[in-house]
């Protein structure tokens, strides 16, 4: 298969996913579309047996399957820019190695619908999240891509290269790689939802979720540097929005004691309340007050 001819590049990171890297490859394989794809398989130097499984794949589907193995453990971002600079698809789709596919015609519709919007960078669906009750509310995007939840399963998106540069140039140290990704889209088009159920997102101890700590205080104080970085090269239509999302993440951070943020990441935290009281001065001063207020 030449590169050129690929309309779909999957990009799949993995370690240590001995007990879910075949359903996950194997969501990939059952996937019937009119147009051809290929999965790029980023092993990340497994201390189990995901590797050998990742070999039997690629030498059993050679026409289907890039395998990308690691000789040392390079880590989740690393990896996933390593194997994303590998895709050459016109869209690019994400699963990780521990979530799966269970629709056939997943990317099949998600093509389709891409082609169909061409003012979309990026489409997603409804998931199946194990133990949980599908929330039909939770993907929804109210004001801001930070109220909805975005599985990396569920995405497809265009591969342009100022996306690509852009996660390269300003994406190292961030931990939530996939939201920072998902903003760069929401710059050069829109962030469109599918009302559907594509796939299965797992929450394993080797998974992104546990891997980041979401919603820990390292989570929380990371998502500075991230708006911060965003903020330097989103264009000016998404800035005056962004700045008062940086400012909500900034002040909930404080919850962890008022001046971890300033040192933390001291540069990007001041430049976030500079920004906030330059555009948005009574949010900023109503949530400083606030937060005065409660630890007094």
Not at 58 to 64: D, E, I, T
Not at 94 to 115: A, T
Not at 154 to 169: A, G, M, P, T, W
Request: aromatic share 12%; hydrophobic share 40%; proline share 4%.
């Amino acid at each position: 298969m030449k590169d050129n001819d690929i309309v779909v590049s999957i990009c799949m990171i993995t370690y240590n996913h001995i007990n879910y890297i075949s359903e996950a490859i194997d969501g990939v394989l059952i996937q019937e579309t009119t147009f051809p794809y290929q999965l790029i398989l980023g092993e990340d130097y497994s201390t189990d047996k995901t590797r050998v499984i990742c070999e039997e794949y690629a030498l059993k589907y050679p026409n289907k399957i890039l395998l990308l193995p690691s000789e040392k453990n390079l880590g989740m971002m690393p990896n996933f820019i390593k194997t994303l600079k590998v895709c050459n698809g016109k869209y690019i789709a994400i699963c990780d190695g521990d979530d799966y596919w269970k629709d056939p015609y997943k990317l099949q519709k998600q093509v389709d619908f891409m082609e169909a919007n061409k003012n979309a960078s990026l489409c997603y669906h409804k998931v199946v999240r194990p133990g949980f009750k599908i929330d039909e509310d939770i993907f929804i995007i109210k004001h801001d891509l930070s109220t909805a939840f975005i599985p990396d399963c569920s995405v497809v998106f265009i591969n342009k290269k100022e996306i690509i540069n852009n996660l390269i140039k300003h994406g190292e140290g961030i931990l939530s790689n996939d939201h920072f990704l998902f903003y760069l889209c929401s710059f050069i088009g829109e962030i469109k939802f599918m009302d559907f159920i594509g796939g299965v997102h797992n929450e394993t101890e080797h998974g992104m979720s546990r891997a980041i700590g979401i919603r820990s205080e390292k989570w929380e104080l990371n998502r500075i540097l991230m708006y911060s970085r965003l903020l330097t090269i989103s264009p000016l239509k998404n800035k005056v929005n962004l700045i008062k999302v940086a400012q909500s993440s900034l002040f909930n951070a404080m919850r962890y004691g008022i001046m971890k943020p300033f040192i933390s990441y001291p540069y990007h935290a001041f430049k976030i309340i500079i920004l906030g009281l330059i555009f948005h001065p009574k949010y900023t001063l109503f949530r400083g007050k606030s937060l005065i207020n409660k630890k007094g």
